[in-house]
Nanobody, 121 residues
Framework: QVHLVESRGGLVETGGALRLSCAAS????????MGWYRQAPGKQRELVAS???????RYADSVKGRFTISRDNAKKTMYLQMNSLKPEDTAVYLC???????????????WGQGTQVTVSS
């Protein structure tokens, strides 16, 4: 069994910063791609950023230049540094990871429960 646990989000003012983390634990042989999604009320879930095992990152246009995704493979943890936050960044942020439980198992995507980030105007 695999668990992904996000750090607590919070309430920040416009222009502020917040760092999220996502720690994977449980039966893990390897972790491939990891990513952050977000979902705001009444909107579809959208991909914010993703990162490969080797550290190649991709970002949604809406967060480029403001957010930075990173990971520590030894700690099985992924991070999202969010700077210059805007009210439109308000959402539940969810982490996801493509994880192989054993050497012979097919990798599967796992999800965290999500953490609320609210940016006040």
């Amino acid at each position: 069994q695999v668990h992904l646990v996000e750090s607590r989000g919070g309430l920040v003012e416009t222009g502020g910063a917040l760092r999220l983390s996502c720690a994977a634990s449980g039966s893990i042989f390897s972790i491939n791609d990891m990513g952050w999604y977000r979902q705001a009320p009444g909107k579809q879930r959208e991909l914010v950023a993703s990162i490969t095992r080797g550290g190649n990152a991709r970002y949604a246009d809406s967060v480029k230049g403001r957010f930075t995704i990173s990971r520590d493979n030894a700690k099985k943890t992924m991070y999202l540094q969010m700077n210059s936050l805007k009210p439109e960044d308000t959402a539940v942020y969810l982490c996801t990871a493509d994880i192989r439980n054993t050497a012979w198992a097919r990798a599967m995507w796992y999800w965290g429960q999500g953490t609320q980030v609210t940016v006040s105007s």
